[in-house]
Structure formats: structure tokens, C-alpha cells
């Protein structure tokens, strides 16, 4: 298994096509739409009460996996920089999403969550220079309002550290996504290592806290195994790569909203499985919210420019 050297930086990579652009927003929105299925499969498959174990099941496995596909270990800075971006964007998020599920409702825990594309915009002013907009800011907040509209339903009841944990959540996750931007990879090492180093990572930032606080679930079944499958394979192994590729295509601000893709997802898949319904209210906070994330995929000024007519040349050609 080789190693990576510390001082190549990743190669710039020229900005894709519009219709590269669109098929790699597709590909990497399809990763929040997995992340989406957690709530049903955990709840419908795995044995309650034990947060942590999940989480370290869902990551380590997947990561020492893709460590022994791709033959790739960090070296140097990116020792330091793998565990870092491993605890923020594996280990400390699915801690603290658990916490505050736990401690929260879950549409209070979803809404918390859906302030990350504002917390992004700040931290990719503050790391990456990249300066925030109206636009940006307004598109953020109609975010939280759309999937607040989705979620929020009943009765609410609030827990300090519930709601610390859900804000931390997203805060970490913003943190993760801007990191990733700012220092790409390695030269020649592609998003499987990359994803390979850092779910390693954060499981194994989790693991001595689910041994601690939890231990080993007992008398799984065949049920659990196959929720824990599907977590591990298509939340994660699969998940990750593409995740960490769009990142490193796409403006992160405008990936930073496709998260608010999973609390929609998981809604439908509780009016398909579970017999909820959709409320008026619900139905266009979920169109509001579909909006968001499609409107932050556009670059600033592309609506006027469809809207607007093409200008004319006034120059004319030689000997006209």
C-alpha cells in the first residue's frame, strides 16, 4: 500500500461545461437523497438505542474498504489533516446528529440542521475569500423556512443541549465542507482515498465512545444486518467518493445546500411507508425548499441572462 507524499498539491482542474456542471450537481445531489433514507432504516431496521455503534458501523468498515481498493495511506500533513476532516465531516457530525435526534424532535433537529449553506457562506468568506451575497444569504434563509415548513409539526419541546448539539451538527459539517475545498488532495490521489482516509478516521474517532457509552448490540437479525448493510454501502462507501467529488467541482456554497435534500426525502419516504400525509403547508415549504437548492445551483445574474435579449454587435464587417 503506497503513501502519499505531504508537499503535492492536487493539480488544478479546469471549470467544467454547463452540462458537466449539471450532470455533476445531479450525481453528487444524489448522495443527500441516500443520506435521506437514514431516519426510515433506522427506525424500521436497526436495534434502538444505540446511536454510536451505528455510526462506527456505518463508517469504519466502509473506509478500511476503500483503503484496501485504492492502496493509498496519508503522509505527513495529510496524517493530521485526514483526522481532521474525518472528525468534522464523519466522526463529531454523526455524534452530534444522534445527540440531537435523541434529545429533540426531528423536525426541530432537520431545521437546526438546514442553517449549515449560511454557516458555509461565512466560512468560505473567512477561508476561502469568497465574499457573501444577498443572493446567498437569501436563498440560506429561505432554506430553513422551507424545511422548517416541511418538518415542524405538533407539539415542539426544546432541550438546550439538543438544540447546541443540532446547531454544533451543522457547524461541523460546514466546517468539513469548506476544509475539503480549501485542501483538495494530494497529487494523484483520487475522492475513493480521500473518502477511504476520512471515514477510517472518524469511525475511529467514534469507536472508543460507542465501546464506552453503548457496547456491542445483541441478537441481531437478518433485518439489522441489512440496515446496517445499506447504511455502510449507500450512506457511506458508495456515498463518500462522490460527495467529496462534487466538492472538489462544484462552488461550495452551491453544494452546501443540497443537504436539505435529505429531511425532503425523508418525508416522502414517510408518506410512502409510513402512511403520513402532506399538509398544504408542508407541500410548499417542500416546494420552497426544492427551490433553494435548485436557485443556489445557479451562478449569480443566470436568470436575468436567460431573460434577457442577446445584444446586438455594432461592428460591422470590413467593407460593408
Known sequence: MSTVSPSAPSAPTAPPRASGTFA???????????????????SEFLPPGYPLVSGVIRALPAGLVLLAVTRRLPRGVWLWRSLVLGTLNIGALFALLFAAAYRLPGGVAATLFAVQPLLVTGLAFLLLGERPTRRRLGWGLAGVVGVGLIVLRGE???????????????GVMAG???????WGRPEGVGPSALAGWQLTAGGLVLLPLAL????????????????????????????????????????????????LLSPAVAVILGLVFE??????????GFALALTTIAAAQLPPGAVRNLVRPPATSTVTAKGE
Open 24 to 42: 455533476v450537481t445531479a450525481l453528487t445531489a444524489a448522495v443527500p437523497v441516500s443520506w435521506g433514507t437514514t431516519y426510515l432504516v433506522t
Open 176 to 182: 468539513g465542507i469548506v476544509l475539503t475545498k480549501r
Open 156 to 170: 415542539l419541546s426544546f432541550d438546550l443541549l439538543g438544540v447546541l448539539a443540532g446547531i454544533s451538527a451543522a
Open 275 to 284: 402512511g403520513e400525509s402532506l399538509t398544504p403547508l408542508q407541500g410548499v
Open 212 to 259: 464506552a457509552f453503548e457496547g456491542l448490540p445483541s441478537g441481531l437479525d437478518l433485518r439489522a444486518a441489512g440496515g446496517y448493510a445499506w447504511l455502510s454501502i449507500v450512506g457511506a462507501l458508495l456515498s463518500y467518493p462522490i460527495w467529496f467529488r462534487g466538492i472538489g467541482r462544484l462552488p461550495v456554497v452551491a453544494v452546501s445546500f443540497l443537504p
